[in-house]
C-alpha cells in the first residue's frame, strides 16, 4: 500500500527566503504524488500535482516539486517566501485504479516579517 | 475548474442526534466520491469511498452503521452521522472524482470540497 512521510511537521522562514517542505513516498506502482495547501478552517487546494510526465512539476503561486524516483522523493519548493504561504501542505500519494489518497501528516510553514 | 460543495459548512448538535453533510459536484458527474475526516491539527485520514448505485467501501476502523454514506446520483453524496457524540466532533471533508475527462490535470483528478465542520455537545 502507498504510503508518504513529511519530514518536517513545521517549518519557519522569513518573508523572501527559499521554501523547502520535504516529502517521501512509498509505493508499489508508479505512483501520483500532489501537494495540496489548507489554510485555516478552510478546504484543500491542489498547488501541483505528478503523474509520469515531466519530474520537474510547476504548480500555482511559484510552487514547483521535482519527482526523484531514486529517491522516493518529491519535495516542494519556493524561491522566496510570501507571508500568504502560511498555511499547512499536505503531500499525498495515489497509485492504481482505485485512485484513493493518501494524505501525508502535514508540514505547517510559517512565514515571518 | 471543476468545483465541489459542501453543505452545511458547519453544524452544531446535540449528542445523541444524527446529521447530514452532503457533498455535490457541480459541474461534472462523479462516479466515485471519498469522504475524509480531519482532526484538529492533523492531517486527513478517508474514511470511505462512496461509489454511484452502490454500497460504500469503508476503510478499517469505520463504523459503517454510524457513519451511513448514500451516493443515489452522479453528482451527490451524503455522509450521516448517526447518533452523534462529542467524540464524533470534527473536520468531513469529501472529494469527487471527475467520470469524464477534463483538458489538462486529466479524468482521474480528484476534487476537495471545502469541508464540513461538526460539533457535538
Known amino acids: 500500500a502507498q504510503s508518504v512521510t513529511q519530514l518536517d511537521s513545521h517549518v519557519s522562514v522569513s518573508e523572501g527566503t527559499p521554501v523547502l517542505l520535504r516529502c517521501n513516498y512509498s509505493s508499489s506502482y508508479s505512483p501520483s504524488l500532489f501537494w495540496y495547501v489548507q489554510h485555516p478552517n478552510k478546504g484543500l487546494q491542489l498547488l501541483l500535482k505528478y503523474t509520469s510526465a515531466a519530474t520537474l512539476v510547476k504548480g500555482i503561486n511559484g510552487f514547483e516539486a521535482e519527482f526523484k524516483k531514486s529517491e522516493t522523493s518529491f519535495h516542494l519548493t519556493k524561491p522566496s517566501a510570501h507571508m500568504s504561504d502560511a498555511a499547512e501542505y499536505f503531500c499525498?500519494?495515489?497509485?492504481?485504479?482505485?485512485?484513493?489518497?493518501?494524505f501525508g501528516a502535514g508540514t505547517r510553514l510559517t512565514v515571518k516579517p | 475548474g471543476a468545483v465541489v460543495s459542501q453543505h452545511p459548512s458547519w453544524v452544531i448538535c446535540k449528542s445523541g442526534t444524527s446529521v447530514k453533510i452532503e457533498c455535490r459536484s457541480l459541474?461534472?458527474?462523479?462516479?466515485?466520491m471519498f469522504w475524509y475526516r480531519q482532526f484538529p491539527k492533523q492531517s486527513l485520514m478517508l474514511m470511505a469511498t462512496s461509489n454511484e448505485g452502490s454500497k460504500a467501501t469503508y476503510e478499517q476502523g469505520v463504523e459503517k452503521d454510524k457513519f451511513l454514506i448514500n451516493h443515489a446520483s452522479l453528482t451527490l453524496s451524503t455522509l450521516t452521522v448517526t447518533s452523534a457524540h462529542p467524540e464524533d466532533s470534527s473536520f468531513y471533508i469529501c472529494?469527487?472524482?471527475?467520470?469524464?475527462?477534463?483538458?489538462?490535470?486529466?479524468?482521474?483528478?480528484?476534487?476537495f470540497g471545502p469541508g464540513t465542520r461538526l460539533t457535538v455537545l
Open positions: 499525498v500519494v495515489s497509485e492504481g485504479g482505485n485512485n484513493d489518497m493518501r
Open positions: 472529494s469527487a472524482r471527475d467520470s469524464g475527462i477534463l483538458a489538462g490535470w486529466g479524468y482521474n483528478e480528484q476534487f
Open positions: 459541474d461534472f458527474q462523479a462516479t466515485t
